[in-house]
């Protein structure tokens, strides 16, 4: 492949705008590799953690111990953390079954969850919690923003727990930052402590020096195939927060009579560990990539959110395009970008939990990791793409030199 000057020039001048932008996101990454390899030294991790295990797995200290690892980075008082979680909608699932009890509401308070929720929470029945009797119902962003009155007046009896969702999801919308999630969490809980506040922190970790559980969040929920696997871990969800509420959850997780006392794996924990190590740079490089294509893109006159420059609240790049076809090559040039796959044409499809039809690139080496670069779009008006991750920035940034000639080749 042999880029043109024009493309080159492009990607010079946009890095040079984000010389300072990039210090602040280096800056953060060093905080966060220092909180992640002290919880490292005080857990005396070693050799003998990362051993397979077999059979019930009593006493799996390599179990045990990522799960210590975790709550100790994302201040939790306990972490679930394991390779039997498939997804992050399991680990929501899990999470949300282990809480919420017949007759309770779960009030979500930034909108839609996530569209695999849909089904979890109001499905008809499917075993969704509305089977269960579980009440739902939900507020809408105001500007982007949690609307903190609405949600205290929407309060009652019954609601038992809040959701929130820190990622934009599908949506055009910027992710929640920490600071509105500690906001809205105090205010919440200067009136209404018992109230579980959950946060779906997929996408968000390690993007602040704090995670929701370190300004008040009771639980926090994410997959290990996104930020915090670092690229390495190979499957796996994570649930980490207080200890009442990660003891009921274990009880969904397993069995009430042995919760986390039990659960093997034959392939061994080391790429958990190496996961959770390399997390704060592998998220780092994804967001220096996302700036950079936000910044390219921006310069060529499409809107793009974040604004370039401006401090990510997750690493999902959202592009607007104006046609359906720039949509689709742009997701056809990250494919013919990726180290794996790069023969394979994406076409959109039917897939199942979309409302529309959905194109995906993936060319990774864990299946479907969105901590590897990776763009996707539902196929509807406005065309908008979703770019995320990335485990080196210079891969993004050639991914990002494939999709401008691409774009350019077919302008006037
Ligand atoms: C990816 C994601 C999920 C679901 O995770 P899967 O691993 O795809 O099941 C839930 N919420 C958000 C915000 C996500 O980005």
Request: no cysteine; net charge negative; charged share 20%.
């Given at each position: 492949m042999n880029f043109s000057d024009n493309t080159q020039n492009i990607i010079t001048n946009a890095q040079r705008k984000l010389v300072e932008a990039f210090e602040k996101v280096d800056e953060i990454a060093t905080f966060n590799q220092l909180k992640v390899l002290e919880a490292f030294q005080f857990n005396n991790?070693?050799?003998?953690?990362f051993a397979q295990t077999n059979g019930?797995?009593?006493?799996d200290i390599g179990r045990d111990t990522l799960c210590n690892l975790f709550a100790q980075i994302f201040g939790g008082e306990k972490a679930i953390v394991s390779?039997?979680?498939?997804?992050g909608t399991h680990a929501l699932t899990l999470a949300l079954y282990g809480i919420l009890r017949p007759g309770n509401e779960m009030l979500a308070?930034?909108?839609?969850?996530?569209?695999?929720l849909k089904e979890v929470i109001?499905?008809?029945?499917?075993?969704s919690l509305k089977d269960f009797g579980v009440k739902y119902s939900q507020i809408q962003l105001n500007d982007g923003k949690i609307d903190i009155n609405k949600v205290l007046n929407s309060?009652?009896?019954?609601?038992?727990l809040i959701f929130i969702g820190r990622s934009r999801g599908y949506e055009w919308r910027n992710a929640l930052s920490i600071k509105d999630i500690a906001e809205a969490v105090k205010a919440i809980k200067?009136?209404?402590?018992?109230i579980c506040i959950m946060v779906d922190n997929c996408y968000g970790e390690?993007?602040?020096?704090?995670?929701?559980t370190q300004v008040g969040a009771d639980i926090i929920v994410g997959s290990?195939?996104?930020?915090?696997?670092?690229?390495?871990?190979?499957t796996g969800g994570y649930i980490c927060g207080k200890s009442h509420y990660i003891d009921k959850i274990a009880s969904r997780v397993t069995s009430p009579s042995i919760g986390m006392e039990v659960g093997s794996y034959a392939y061994g924990y080391k790429d958990f560990y190496q996961g959770i190590f390399l997390a704060p740079h592998t998220v780092a490089q994804a967001i220096k990539g996302s700036m950079l294509v936000g910044q390219v893109y921006s310069d060529l006159g499409f809107e793009t959110m974040?604004?370039?420059?401006e401090k990510c609240g997750d690493i999902i790049r959202s592009i607007k395009f104006d046609t359906q076809e720039q949509l689709i090559d742009f997701c056809r040039a990250i494919q013919e970008a990726s180290?794996?796959?790069?023969n394979v044409v994406p076409f959109p499809w039917d897939m199942p939990g979309y409302e529309h039809q959905v194109i995906m690139a993936a060319g990774t080496f864990v299946a479907g990791?969105?901590?590897?670069l990776s763009a996707d779009s539902p196929i509807?008006?406005?065309y908008i793409a979703y770019m995320q991750g990335g485990l080196t920035y210079e891969h993004v940034k050639i991914a990002c030199m494939y999709c401008i000639e691409k774009l350019l080749s077919k302008k006037d």
């Open positions: 991790v070693g050799q003998r953690h019930y797995g009593y006493d390779p039997l979680i498939v997804s308070i930034t909108g839609s969850p996530y569209d695999t109001v499905g008809e029945g499917n075993g309060i009652n009896k019954d609601t038992k200067q009136s209404h402590n018992d390690f993007i602040e020096k704090l995670e929701p290990l195939i996104k930020n915090p696997g670092g690229g390495i871990a190979p974040p604004l370039p420059g180290p794996i796959d790069s990791a969105s901590i590897e509807k008006e406005p």
